[in-house]
């Protein structure tokens, strides 16, 4: 396919993965831009990142540029350092025959780094979509497996029997809802028929990659369609285990505090602004961390000591399936924790709260679970108050909850007598 087919100009977009391209052919090695970010140019959409596929291997593309680093053992790659720019450098891969380097467990791909041509590489790749190669230099595409036209017609289709594929990486089945709601493609029917049986595939994934991967689903600008993605396919409860259980196979219960997190951070990732996975496992966790601190508390315990408790409990647990880095869960604990800490109004301890380093997240946590309790109005109007300066105390916290006066003391005291 001609530039002038696809319309393509890659040079506006990315000069300096261009250029790397350009010294690998000049070397004498096939070399093209793939993947993702050809998808994206195709659609109109500037990528983030672009990759570079080669027929050099990774110790090849390192003699050709001196700033380059060899990463990987799974999948062996290199990173060159272009303009200031970090390009990624894959050599084709082969077939999974091909050699012994090749691992299996229960049909997982352990280790890949068997090279083969251009064309085994199309068909090693998981959807069509993300098999395309476009060479800057002449401005052709290259296509062997039909993506071009799936992508014209917004279809997501694996490469390969479906179940054979999702099982060489579950991943894969996170990526088809991932896509579904970043792009607008739609599964064809062999490509969706399989997840909602596969999702138990998604235990065997190390929990440090599933982390990354919950953070593509929801901290990318389409959380919520990520979310209704993944409960029509039935993987939520393998992602979060923890959580109740919804009507239907494979969902969860979503409640408003959920809802509306995802929302607002569609909304914010919009306009450009600062993003947490603390705030967003804030939410996912609060419904079985709520309900295990109150089980606590009437147990006998604190309503402070359950919390502590029942946010260490949930956390160790979600970290079975999907873990979540201590710099992230300390702040998530934090935010719940002072959902217990705002309740304490009385005399002039509260005002401490304002100048803890986590107090807005906790604050507009707290906003949240309002707009799923109404009973918490009284004490979001507190805290609303007490930043903008206002002295507002316990007392009249208290008469805007029960709207009752205290009644006046109707007798002065007596002067000491001499």
Same mark, same amino acid.
Request: proline fraction near 5%; include cysteine; hydrophobic fraction near 40%.
């Given at each position: 396919?001609?530039?002038?087919?696809?319309?393509?100009?890659?040079?506006?977009?990315c000069?300096n993965?261009?250029?790397?391209?350009r010294e690998?052919q000049d070397?004498?090695?096939?070399?093209? %831009?793939v993947?993702?970010?050809?998808?994206d140019?195709?659609?109109?959409?500037?990528?983030?990142d672009?990759?570079?596929?080669?027929?050099?291997?990774?110790?090849?593309v390192?003699a050709?540029?001196?700033?380059?680093?060899?990463?990987?053992r799974?999948?062996?790659?290199?990173?060159v350092?272009?303009?200031?720019?970090?390009?990624?450098?894959?050599?084709?891969?082969?077939?999974?025959?091909?050699g012994?380097?090749h691992?299996?467990?229960?049909?997982?791909?352990?280790?890949?780094?068997?090279?083969?041509?251009?064309? /085994?590489?199309?068909?090693?790749?998981?959807?069509?979509?993300?098999?395309?190669?476009?060479d800057?230099?002449?401005?052709?595409i290259?296509?062997?497996v039909?993506?071009?036209?799936?992508?014209?017609?917004?279809?997501?289709?694996?490469?390969?029997?479906? /179940?054979?594929?999702?099982?060489?990486?579950?991943?894969?089945?996170l990526?088809a809802?991932?896509?579904?709601?970043?792009?607008g493609?739609?599964?064809?029917?062999?490509?969706?028929?399989?997840?909602r049986?596969?999702?138990?595939l998604l235990?065997?994934?190390?929990?440090?990659?599933?982390?990354?991967?919950v953070?593509?689903?929801?901290?990318?600008?389409?959380g919520?369609?990520?979310?209704?993605?993944?409960?029509?396919?039935?993987?939520?409860?393998?992602?979060?285990?923890?959580?109740?259980?919804?009507?239907g196979r494979g969902?969860?219960?979503?409640?408003?505090?959920?809802?509306k997190?995802?929302?607002?951070?569609?909304?914010?990732?919009?306009k450009?602004?600062?993003?947490?996975?603390?705030f967003?496992?804030?939410?996912?966790?609060?419904?079985?961390?709520?309900?295990?601190?109150?089980a606590?508390?009437?147990?006998?315990?604190?309503?402070?000591?359950?919390?502590?408790?029942?946010?260490? /409990?949930? %956390?160790f647990?979600?970290?079975?399936?999907?873990? %979540?880095?201590r710099?992230?869960?300390?702040v998530t604990?934090? %935010?719940?924790?002072?959902?217990?800490?705002?309740?304490?109004?009385?005399?002039?301890?509260?005002?401490?709260?304002?100048?803890?380093?986590?107090?807005?997240?906790?604050?507009d946590?707290?906003?949240?679970?309002?707009?799923?309790?109404p009973s918490?109005?009284p004490l979001c109007?507190?805290?609303?108050?007490?930043?903008?300066?206002?002295?507002?105390?316990?007392?009249s916290?208290?008469a805007?909850?029960?709207?009752?006066?205290?009644?006046?003391?109707?007798?002065?005291?007596?002067?000491?007598t001499s």
């Amino acid at each position: 396919m001609t530039q002038a087919e696809h319309g393509i100009r890659l040079k506006d977009f990315c000069p300096n993965a261009s250029d790397v391209v350009r010294e690998l052919q000049d070397a004498g090695y096939e070399a093209f %831009i793939v993947g993702g970010s050809v998808r994206d140019l195709l659609l109109g959409k500037i990528p983030k990142d672009f990759d570079v596929a080669t027929s050099a291997t990774p110790e090849e593309v390192q003699a050709v540029f001196p700033r380059c680093r060899l990463i990987g053992r799974r999948f062996r790659l290199a990173h060159v350092r272009k303009g200031g720019a970090l390009i990624e450098v894959a050599t084709f891969r082969g077939s999974a025959a091909a050699g012994g380097d090749h691992e299996k467990s229960n049909g997982r791909i352990l280790r890949d780094n068997v090279f083969g041509t251009v064309e /085994e590489d199309a068909i090693r790749r998981d959807f069509t979509i993300n098999a395309l190669f476009l060479d800057p230099v002449s401005g052709e595409i290259r296509d062997y497996v039909g993506g071009y036209e799936d992508l014209a017609q917004r279809r997501l289709r694996l490469i390969g029997d479906p /179940e054979v594929r999702y099982r060489e990486d579950p991943v894969r089945l996170l990526r088809a809802a991932r896509f579904e709601a970043k792009l607008g493609v739609m599964p064809d029917e062999s490509t969706e028929a399989p997840i909602r049986t596969m999702a138990p595939l998604l235990k065997d994934v190390p929990p440090a990659r599933l982390f990354e991967e919950v953070c593509k689903l929801f901290l990318t600008g389409h959380g919520v369609r990520s979310m209704e993605a993944l409960q029509r396919f039935g993987l939520s409860t393998s992602l979060f285990p923890g959580l109740k259980k919804g009507s239907g196979r494979g969902k969860i219960q979503l409640g408003v505090v959920l809802r509306k997190t995802l929302e607002n951070t569609d909304e914010r990732i919009r306009k450009s602004l600062p993003v947490t996975p603390a705030f967003l496992w804030a939410a996912l966790l609060w419904q079985p961390v709520s309900d295990r601190s109150r089980a606590l508390v009437e147990a006998g315990e604190s309503e402070y000591n359950a919390m502590m408790s029942a946010s260490e /409990e949930v %956390i160790f647990r979600q970290g079975q399936s999907t873990s %979540i880095p201590r710099r992230f869960s300390a702040v998530t604990r934090q %935010i719940w924790i002072m959902q217990i800490r705002f309740q304490r109004t009385r005399g002039k301890r509260w005002k401490r709260l304002l100048h803890e380093q986590r107090f807005r997240a906790a604050y507009d946590f707290l906003l949240l679970r309002a707009m799923e309790d109404p009973s918490l109005e009284p004490l979001c109007e507190f805290w609303t108050k007490a930043q903008e300066g206002m002295d507002f105390s316990r007392n009249s916290l208290k008469a805007r909850t029960d709207r009752k006066s205290r009644p006046r003391n109707r007798y002065r005291r007596r002067a000491p007598t001499s």
